[in-house]
């Protein structure tokens, strides 16, 4: 996702000046085409992230789309306030980037998780949520933040996710992508679950059960219509999200709409508050929280 | 002094006037705190919005103009009268301050026409301050930026992670003046942290620093005129009294929080006529 994020911010920013890219220190090799191509566009702001965020409402105000990027809990909890009252409140179209979604850096420590992000950007008014969940929504998704202006968090995971959608899928802001259709089963993946997601979706599918897989990327009004719409027909939700339960859209989707889930089976990722700590690699992590393919399967 | 500079002054001072029977009659209707931090940078705005802005019509809506932004959101009456003296705010908005169902509330919100941004959580407002004098960099644009933030302000980190910003990204067309009236909410700011000394800690931070009176007219003019050297920032410290004009409140901490009563406001408006 990181990767296609670079790539994508490159080609946009090369033709629209306006797009500003402000790094907190990081991204190293990873934004060299950037820097080379759009030469006044690239600005490291240094391990200062507060710093970072107020530079960016202020360059919004001159009219420039910026984009803030570094580690996730750096930028939405560290910089919280300033996203919060810099950003949000004069509802400034600024893009608060960060990378190493849920466990994307598990081995990293319990200060580099990033587990209670979506909680905390979904809490501020005006703030919307994207959660991409391969490289193809990330693409798509970034594009359509440019033409839409508004105050967003892009919660990228890291390097080397799996490609679940084809490469010419049509992905927009608020809508939900339904990338499979079928069965009395659905399948709702949250941000960088979507290869877990996908896996469960063949594992049942090897079974003899169809299954219909969503990636529900827009923490929005539109998205969560859609969605109300949408679970009529089926029988059994597992809902799909590396992020602590409490605060999670999978924890306000099974609130929001618990008349339309009665009587139905609801499965879901359940990562407890913790500060967690020897965690190993994200897929080792992920056995270890119970929120792997296998053991999710187990549970429907 | 030539005559040109004589009729500036005086054009500031009668403002000034203006401002603090403003912000006392203020302070006396709502019963608000943050007098006498409004008092004391009322020169250094005063200054800014008259000398500096270049407010002509339609200037809240132009996109390239040059930006104040009042960092210590705490002087928002100052702020507000300053706006309603330049014909931004109208009488009646400012008439409304903190009245129920008024955008004009303690603190300054974006939301009102004039206002560049939200304070009020201090240390913000420098940050905004080095992005828009970023911006103006990249789009080749003179346009200046002045921000006005307190001493106590200065305990924030965020102060001094843009201090390093502006004067690494060669923040020539950013000005930001320190009103130094020594008094942070409960105590003396030199007690509280080791702010001090303030001149020497942003000269060492690649600003170009300038120490005067905050209460001098022909000082703040010319300090706000004078072009940096190698692409500086420019750091004004000026020294200020807290209850500035109001001879029973100056340098008496209990009016950061108190507002005065009837005689207390007639006796204001008497001494701040009568200089």
Redesign the interface.
């Known amino acids: 996702m990181r990767n296609a994020f670079a790539k994508k911010i490159t080609e946009l920013a090369k033709t629209n000046k306006k797009i500003i890219l402000l790094s907190g220190d990081i991204g190293n090799k990873l934004f060299d085409d950037f820097k080379k191509n759009c030469k006044n566009q690239f600005y490291n702001c240094g391990v200062a992230e507060n710093n970072m965020v107020g530079v960016a409402a202020g360059l919004s105000k001159l009219g420039f789309i910026p984009f803030v990027y570094t580690i996730t809990p750096f930028l939405v909890s560290r910089s919280f306030e300033q996203i919060k009252l810099d950003i949000c409140y004069p509802n400034l179209p600024v893009n608060i980037v960060g990378t190493g979604a849920g466990l994307s850096y598990a081995r990293l420590g319990a200060t580099h998780h990033s587990l209670d992000d979506i909680s905390l950007m979904k809490s501020i008014p005006n703030m919307r949520v994207l959660c991409p969940g391969d490289s193809i929504e990330v693409e798509q998704l970034v594009s359509g933040v440019i033409k839409s202006k508004k105050p967003t968090y892009i919660r990228l995971g890291k390097k080397g996710e799996p490609t679940i959608n084809p490469i010419n899928k049509l992905i927009k802001i608020d809508k939900i992508n339904v990338i499979k259709e079928g069965g009395k089963i659905l399948i709702v993946s949250i941000g960088n679950m979507l290869g877990v997601a996908s896996e469960i979706n063949q594992i049942l599918e090897k079974q003899r059960k169809l299954s219909t897989l969503i990636s529900f990327h827009t923490f929005e009004e539109g998205s969560l219509k859609e969605f109300k719409n949408l679970i009529n027909k089926f029988k059994i939700i597992i809902f799909l999200e590396e992020h602590f339960y409490e605060g999670s859209i999978s924890n306000y989707l099974i609130n929001t709409f618990g008349s339309e889930l009665r009587n139905k089976k609801i499965v879901h990722t359940n990562i407890k508050k913790d500060f967690y700590c020897g965690l190993g690699e994200q897929d080792q992590a992920r056995k270890k929280l119970e929120i792997s393919a296998s053991q999710i399967i187990k549970k429907i | 002094m030539d005559a040109k500079i004589k009729n500036k002054i005086k054009k500031v001072k009668e403002l000034c006037k203006n401002i603090r029977t403003d912000i006392l009659r203020m302070s006396y209707k709502a019963k608000t705190a943050h007098l006498a931090s409004s008092l004391s940078c009322v020169e250094i705005i005063a200054t800014i919005f008259d000398q500096f802005l270049n407010i002509k019509k339609n200037y809240i809506n132009n996109?390239?103009r040059n930006?104040f932004i009042l960092s210590k959101g705490h002087a928002a009456s100052t702020l507000y009268s300053v706006l309603y003296r330049k014909k931004i705010l109208s009488k009646n908005k400012l008439n409304s301050f903190c009245k129920t169902g008024s955008l004009l509330e303690e603190h300054p919100?974006?939301?009102i026409k004039g206002i560049?941004?939200?304070t009020g959580?201090l240390?913000?407002g420098?940050?905004?301050?080095?992005?828009?004098?970023?911006?103006?960099k990249?789009?080749n644009n003179n346009s200046k930026v002045y921000v006005v933030i307190s001493d106590g302000e200065c305990n924030e980190?965020?102060v001094w992670?843009?201090a390093?910003?502006a004067s690494?990204?060669k923040l020539s067309n950013l000005t930001v003046i320190i009103d130094y009236n020594k008094w942070q909410a409960t105590e003396r700011s030199e007690k509280v942290l080791s702010i001090y000394p303030l001149d020497k800690k942003f000269f060492h931070f690649g600003w170009e620093v300038i120490v005067l009176d905050g209460h001098n007219i022909k000082s703040l003019i010319n300090a706000l005129r004078k072009k940096t050297k190698n692409n500086k920032p420019k750091l004004i410290l000026a020294h200020t009294i807290k209850g500035k004009g109001v001879k029973f409140m100056e340098d008496d901490n209990n009016w950061h929080y108190k507002s005065p009563n009837q005689h207390e406001l007639n006796k204001a408006i008497i001494g701040i006529n009568s200089i």
């Open positions: 996109e390239n930006r919100s974006p939301k560049e941004c939200a959580s240390g913000h420098m940050s905004i301050g080095c992005g828009m004098a970023l911006g103006y990249i789009k980190g965020c992670e843009s390093l910003f690494a990204k």
